[in-house]
């Protein structure tokens, strides 16, 4: 069973259209962190999220953290190919430092 | 910015073999994680050093073991090596309980 369920789990859009994927656990995170990752290379940093009902704008990219720190929620609008890439919702959790993921959405976008 | 450095990129080993994966952190930063990523999956924590002693320790077969150095470099050793073993490594650094930064990763391919 994933402690981070992430929906949903394939998108294809094409170019200008808005998406959101969505990272949701039964369990109470410290914070989460939303990563990119290209094939055949390292997931890198987006965001990080903290307080529950924060929201943190990047250039087009909205994230959300739920007020229970349940879940989250990243918002792309007027997506562009270069958005193309496979999304990683992580965290820590319980008092854990290792990051547990979400099983990623992949995410096409067509010119 | 400087970023976790990983040698080598790809790594082609036969069965029973032995590799040692290396891992540079971003300077000033205490803390190393190792992941595996197998084709198709999100990574999953292997084991993590803090201030050069193990802190915790994932799904990490016991064929395999690691270190962090005086320098706070950190080597993963794997031993009689399996077809299962074939996956992505990555390692990531953080500065105590801060987010975590990716490496490139280390293509471990076994025959």
């Known amino acids: 069973t994933q402690l981070l369920e992430q929906s949903p789990q394939f998108l294809s859009i094409q170019e200008g259209e808005n998406l959101t994927v969505y990272c949701n656990s039964s369990?109470?995170?410290?914070?989460l962190q939303w990563y990119r990752q290209e094939p055949g290379e390292g997931p890198v940093l987006l965001v990080t999220?903290?307080?529950?009902?924060e929201v943190k704008k990047l250039k087009r990219l909205t994230f959300q953290f739920g007020d229970a720190r349940k879940d989250s929620s990243l918002h792309i609008t007027a997506a562009q190919p270069g958005d193309t890439g496979l999304y990683l919702c992580?965290?820590?959790?319980?008092?854990?430092?290792?990051?547990?993921f979400g099983s990623g959405t992949q995410l096409t976008v067509l010119p | 910015a400087a970023g976790v450095i990983q040698s080598p990129r790809h790594l082609i080993k036969e069965k029973r073999e032995t590799a040692t994966l290396k891992c540079y952190p971003i300077?000033?930063?205490?803390?190393v994680y190792w992941y595996q990523q197998g084709p198709g999956q999100d990574p999953q924590f292997l084991i993590s050093?803090?201030?050069?002693?193990?802190?915790d320790k994932g799904s990490i077969p016991d064929r395999f073991s690691a270190q962090q150095f005086s320098d706070y470099h950190s080597e993963l050793n794997m031993s009689s090596l399996e077809l299962g073993d074939s996956a992505l490594y990555f390692c990531?650094?953080?500065?105590?309980?801060?987010?975590?930064?990716f490496g490139p990763g280390t293509r471990l391919t076994v025959l």
């Open positions: 300077p000033r930063h205490d803390t």
């Open positions: 990531a650094s953080s500065l105590g309980w801060a987010e975590q930064f």
């Open positions: 999220v903290v307080t529950g009902g």
């Open positions: 992580a965290g820590p959790w319980s008092s854990a430092r290792q990051l547990t």
């Open positions: 050093f803090y201030e050069k002693m193990q802190s």
């Open positions: 369990s109470v995170f410290s914070s």
